[in-house]
């Protein structure tokens, strides 16, 4: 199931939709985050996924999965939150740069083999966000340069999510602040 999602392609029409039925085009989509935090069904839809580059840590990977159609130049400075809003948006960074298995664990930056996963809420504030506790993320292909492909399956302390992705490279991104 989970596969179907890690097609790529432009947009996702209903990632909530992973469980009501109404993912009708999932082979057509970047992704897709289904799950439920501070008892809110998050993820309307996928609109982008990026991979950032401007992190400076060549031993980590780091990807941002984005409500909204957010993109490369956008998050390619500093307070790039208030150019994506109003959104969810999910940051996934990963304690290694290779295809393999993440424990999901709350601390950042992550430890090699462990994955750090946050969610925003920011619809408007306060943001509401939410940290992974346990879990893990499978990064099935990194191609340098141009996709990481993978799925998501964590509980945080307010709910659980669980997602498939593939992220477009952004070499100029950089972490939310």
């Known amino acids: 199931m989970l596969a179907a999602a890690l097609a790529g392609g432009c947009k996702q029409s209903a990632l909530v939709g992973r469980i009501d039925g109404l993912d009708a085009s999932a082979d057509a989509m970047p992704g897709y985050v289904d799950g439920h935090l501070h008892a809110h069904a998050v993820f309307n839809m996928v609109e982008s996924i990026l991979w950032i580059g401007g992190t400076g840590d060549s031993s980590r990977l780091s990807l941002y999965i984005f409500e909204v159609d957010a993109t490369c130049a956008e998050i390619s400075t500093p307070g790039?939150?208030?150019?994506?809003?109003?959104?969810?948006?999910?940051?996934?960074?990963?304690?290694?740069?290779?295809?393999?298995?993440?424990?999901?664990?709350?601390?950042?930056?992550?430890?090699?083999?462990?994955?750090?996963?946050?969610?925003?809420?920011?619809?408007?504030?306060?943001?509401?966000?939410s940290t992974?506790?346990?879990?893990?993320?499978?990064?099935t292909s990194v191609k340098p340069n141009e996709t990481i492909t993978g799925t998501l399956?964590?509980?945080?302390?307010?709910?659980?999510?669980?997602?498939?992705?593939?992220?477009?490279?952004?070499?100029?991104?950089?972490?939310?602040?």
Request: aromatic letters at 8%.
């Open 80 to 129: 790039w939150r208030t150019k994506v809003r109003p959104t969810d948006l999910m940051g996934i960074t990963v304690g290694g740069t290779t295809a393999g298995t993440y424990v999901v664990a709350p601390e950042t930056p992550p430890r090699p083999g462990n994955a750090f996963l946050l969610h925003e809420i920011d619809q408007a504030d306060p943001v509401l966000d």
């Open 153 to 177: 399956n964590a509980t945080f302390s307010t709910g659980s999510l669980e997602g498939a992705f593939t992220a477009t490279w952004c070499p100029t991104g950089v972490p939310l602040d």
């Open 132 to 139: 992974g506790e346990t879990g893990s993320v499978v990064i």
